[in-house]
């Protein structure tokens, strides 16, 4: 079974800019959650995604966004790019049921200049 | 609020010593009590649950609910073991609860020869 895959991998941004990232979870998991992992952070959870609407939202200003698509594929934005939003984002799938086993994608790494 | 908190950033043991990892939490109700492990260049992966109540890759954890504690252990250490190591909760296994993972700070196991 194929994993959970996330592009780009990499993306270089400004200031100021947008970006959205995209996450194809493993087939027939319909729950998507993201991350974000810094060094001073660590790992923190942004939000998870089940049949398309919103179901958790972690403690992110409005400039993160994301949705879902009936496919279960799910992307998430960041608009008005910040020098502190350079992470790696982790999107992660699972089976819709609370507390399920959640699988990882091998990240995005954005870096703001 | 919920909470994780792993006090060693760093663990560093002999090939065979024992190890143990420490893993407190605070969450009002029954969460679910997961380890995930992290293996240079790999993926994010799970360990163990506490669910499960079995041994992977000879480590083991118990839940204490009384000292909401949930340190992994295991008797021998092996060079592969070192890795990067996540103590997470989740709300209980029901639908509504969703799968929103909250992570401790993490802590670095290196194993030497």
């Known amino acids: 079974k194929a994993g959970v895959t996330q592009t780009p991998r990499y993306l270089i941004k400004t200031r100021g800019q947008q970006v959205t990232l995209s996450c194809s979870p493993i087939s027939g998991h319909r729950s998507v959650s993201w991350y974000q992992q810094t060094p001073g952070q660590g790992l923190q959870f942004l939000f998870e995604?089940?049949?398309?609407?919103?179901?958790n939202k972690g403690n992110f200003p409005g400039r993160f966004s994301g949705r879902q698509f009936s496919n279960s594929r799910s992307e998430m934005n960041v608009s008005t790019l910040e020098l502190g939003d350079s992470a790696l984002y982790l999107c992660?799938?699972?089976?819709?049921?609370?507390?399920?086993?959640?699988?990882f994608g091998p990240g995005t790494r954005l870096t703001v200049l | 609020a919920q909470r994780v908190t792993q006090p060693e950033k760093l663990l560093s043991v002999f090939k065979g010593a024992p190890v143990e990892l420490k893993c407190n939490y605070s969450?009002?109700?029954?969460?679910?009590l997961f380890w995930y492990v992290q293996y240079s260049r790999q993926r994010l992966q799970l360990l163990l649950r506490h669910i499960s109540r079995e041994s992977i890759k000879g480590f083991t954890a118990d839940l204490n609910k009384g000292e909401t504690s949930f340190h992994l252990k295991k008797p021998f250490a092996q060079e592969e073991d070192s890795a990067m190591y996540y103590c997470a909760l989740s709300g209980p296994m029901i639908k509504a609860a969703g799968n929103k993972l909250t992570f401790g700070g993490g802590t670095r196991v290196l194993v030497k020869p």
């Open positions: 969450y009002s109700g029954s969460p679910e």
């Open positions: 995604y089940f049949s398309e609407t919103q179901r």
């Open positions: 992660a799938s699972s089976r819709p049921t609370g507390g399920s086993e959640q699988f």
